[in-house]
């Protein structure tokens, strides 16, 4: 069995978390943090994130559209996953 509470060098793993400025996203992202996760809050709104980011942690903000590839490939870049609790 998995101890879901304890990943072994969390602190490296960086997850993407898009449509970050949501409240399903910001649950996800507290969890990454409990769990020793780096979590890293995607999405189109800037202010939006940044607020978002300061009830985390602090945690890092990269502003992408989903329809933009260029820009999601900066969201994505250095992310060993990633969580989408984008609308679409």
């Given at each position: 069995?998995?101890?879901?509470?304890?990943?072994?060098?969390?602190?490296?793993?960086?997850?993407?978390?898009?449509?970050?400025?949501?409240?399903?996203?910001?649950?996800?992202?507290?969890?990454?943090?409990?769990?020793?996760?780096?979590?890293?809050?995607?999405?189109?709104?800037?202010?939006?994130?940044?607020?978002?980011?300061?009830?985390?942690?602090?945690?890092?903000?990269?502003?992408?559209?989903?329809?933009r590839p260029d820009e999601m490939k900066l969201?994505?870049?250095?992310?060993?996953?990633?969580?989408?609790?984008?609308?679409?």
């Amino acid at each position: 069995m998995v101890n879901q509470d304890h990943v072994p060098h969390a602190k490296t793993k960086r997850v993407g978390v898009y449509g970050a400025a949501g409240h399903t996203a910001k649950l996800v992202a507290a969890e990454l943090l409990r769990r020793g996760l780096t979590p890293v809050l995607g999405g189109r709104d800037a202010a939006r994130l940044a607020a978002a980011s300061r009830e985390l942690q602090d945690a890092e903000i990269r502003v992408a559209h989903v329809e933009r590839p260029d820009e999601m490939k900066l969201f994505l870049n250095g992310c060993d996953a990633v969580v989408n609790c984008g609308a679409v």
